[in-house]
């Protein structure tokens, strides 16, 4: 850290993210980025602007202790991220014991270009987008929470299932050195596989709270909606206190926190109906899978029996394993308007417990396929169904 005066500081035994809001709070200049992965230590943190250390942030409070119990029983892998304020969230974690059970990684990307670093952990799509984001805004929280949650899937241990990692993320605009001319408010979410867990907050600035006030309510409540998030408790977590304008709690399911927050690459829907949300390098279709993309408006037999046919034509004849059928819906066509959430869900309900079709046949010599992809497409030489999506549609309405 650089000193904006000529005062002495004095360390000792320091955490690095204890440390951070203190740096901001007593006008140094955060010249670099902190990240911590795997086991992590604390030691006791000893901070002054004089030649006497003191100790400058309090203990956790025994609320955010019994929180931080909890996510150590639950045991999932959790990854965080703080782009500034809200650090005393990691704080908390680390402060009690145990956190190596759940804790995976802790990443603090200050500058746009370290945003936007950690982002292409993801994508380089959502790196590119990081340079014209609106920092503080639920797209922009909701995108680096869905980056948390996929490092904690790449680097949690060998016996936990990687689906099961949470993300979190803090973006935020707080008291600053210089006066800041719109509103004190913060975006928290938490990506986990069953949607995504979000937190907004309003601070009132005419309270005149310091730095570390205006932390330390965001990193309480970035603690309460991690909570919520590992134990799947889709309630309002947060309790009200003075200083704060506003807090707005919502729980966005997978398919609307795909389609609205973009905290998934895709969302799986099995015929039971349960719905994830899912990151893209996590799992890639087999050799043995079957991708059947289409509107589906409506599902009909025709797809049902393709999808058998194409599953029985790549199924493994030496292990007798049957292939996977995978139906995709695309809510974005180049031809079409973006699907809304309602009619995703609509659609994605056609799914569940399918009946089976009868079996047809069908012929597929006559349809033109250009030679650079023929090597592409193999014929069901033994299906036939004469359905029409429109003609369904003209009947039902």
């Not at 008291?175 to 800041?180: E, M």
């Not at 109906?273 to 009909?300: D, E, W, Y």
């Not at 973006?338 to 009946?355: G, H, I, K, T």
Request: net charge positive.
């Amino acid at each position: 850290v650089l000193p904006r005066s000529g005062r002495s500081f004095a360390t000792s035994c320091v955490s690095p993210y204890s440390l951070f809001p203190i740096l901001l709070e007593a006008k140094y200049v955060p010249v670099g980025i902190l990240a911590v992965s795997g086991q992590v230590q604390r030691a006791p943190l000893y901070c002054s602007a004089s030649s006497s250390p003191s100790r400058t942030r309090p203990m956790a409070s025994a609320r955010s202790t019994a929180f931080v119990r909890e996510l150590q029983v639950a045991a999932r892998p959790v990854g965080a991220v703080v782009t500034g304020g809200g650090g005393g969230l990691v704080h908390s974690l680390l402060a009690t014991p145990g956190a190596s059970r759940f804790l995976v990684d802790v990443q603090v990307p200050y500058s746009r270009r370290a945003i936007a670093a950690f982002l292409s952990h993801m994508s380089e799509e959502a790196a590119s987008g990081a340079a014209d984001a609106k920092y503080v805004s639920l797209h922009h929280t909701a995108r680096l929470a869905a980056c948390a949650r996929l490092r904690a899937q790449q680097l949690c241990g060998a016996n936990t299932k990687p689906e099961s990692a949470v993300g979190v993320s803090i973006s935020c605009a707080l008291v600053s050195v210089d006066p800041r001319r719109g509103r004190h408010h913060a975006f928290v979410c938490a990506a986990a596989d069953d949607g995504l867990y979000t937190t907004y907050i309003e601070l009132d600035k005419d309270a005149k709270f310091e730095r570390g006030k205006e932390d330390d309510i965001v990193s309480r409540a970035a603690l309460a909606t991690l909570r919520a998030a590992v134990l799947r408790e889709r309630k309002d977590p947060h309790e009200h206190e003075l200083g704060v304008l506003a807090i707005q709690w919502q729980y966005l399911p997978p398919v609307r926190a795909f389609l609205e927050a973009h905290a998934a690459d895709w969302v799986s829907i099995d015929s039971a109906g349960a719905q994830k949300c899912m990151l893209a390098p996590l799992r890639r279709p087999s050799h043995s899978t079957v991708i059947l993309p289409g509107s589906f408006n409506p599902f009909h037999d025709g797809h049902r029996v393709m999808g058998q046919r194409a599953a029985q034509m790549i199924s493994d004849q030496l292990t007798g394993q049957r292939g996977e059928v995978l139906y995709e819906l695309s809510v974005s066509n180049v031809d079409k308007d973006q699907l809304s959430a309602d009619s995703v869900e609509q659609r994605a309900a056609q799914f569940c417990d399918c009946a089976e079709a009868p079996d047809r046949a069908i012929g597929l010599a006559d349809i033109p396929v250009p030679e650079a992809m023929r090597h592409a497409f193999r014929e069901l030489s033994d299906f036939r169904m004469d359905v029409s999506s429109s003609e369904i549609r003209r009947k039902t309405m």
